[in-house]
């Protein structure tokens, strides 16, 4: 099985930054790709950012310019770096993993911005 512990977020004023990061454990060996999603209250969980193993990212359009999204493969872990943050990305920020064709989901942090 594989294991993600997520930390970072928090709460932080509009204009300000917050990081992510999600530490992956157990059964790493073939870890495609990583990414954060995102759900806030009363909506659907939606895609913020994803990286493969070849470093390839893709960013939904409202964070495009804002956020970050790395990866170390060495420690197996991925980051995102929030910038710039606004209101309407506060939401509970999940990382998951894909694995040889099963997705591994971590247990959330919640990232506040206040107005």
């Known amino acids: 099985q594989v294991q993600l512990v997520e930390s970072g977020g928090g709460l932080v004023e509009a204009g300000g930054s917050l990081g992510l990061s999600c530490a992956a454990s157990?059964?790493?060996?073939?870890?495609?790709?990583m990414g954060w999603y995102r759900q806030a209250p009363g909506n659907q969980r939606e895609l913020v950012a994803v990286?493969?193993?070849?470093?390839?990212?893709t960013y939904v359009d409202s964070v495009k310019g804002r956020f970050t999204i790395s990866r170390d493969n060495a420690k197996n872990t991925v980051y995102l770096q929030m910038n710039s943050l606004k209101p309407e990305d506060t939401a509970v920020y999940y990382c998951?993993?894909?694995?040889?064709?099963?997705?591994?989901w971590g247990q959330g942090t919640q990232v506040t911005v206040s107005s």
């Open positions: 998951k993993i894909v694995r040889q064709g099963y997705a591994y």
């Open positions: 157990g059964r790493i060996f073939g870890i495609n790709a």
């Open positions: 990286i493969t193993s070849s470093g390839s990212t």
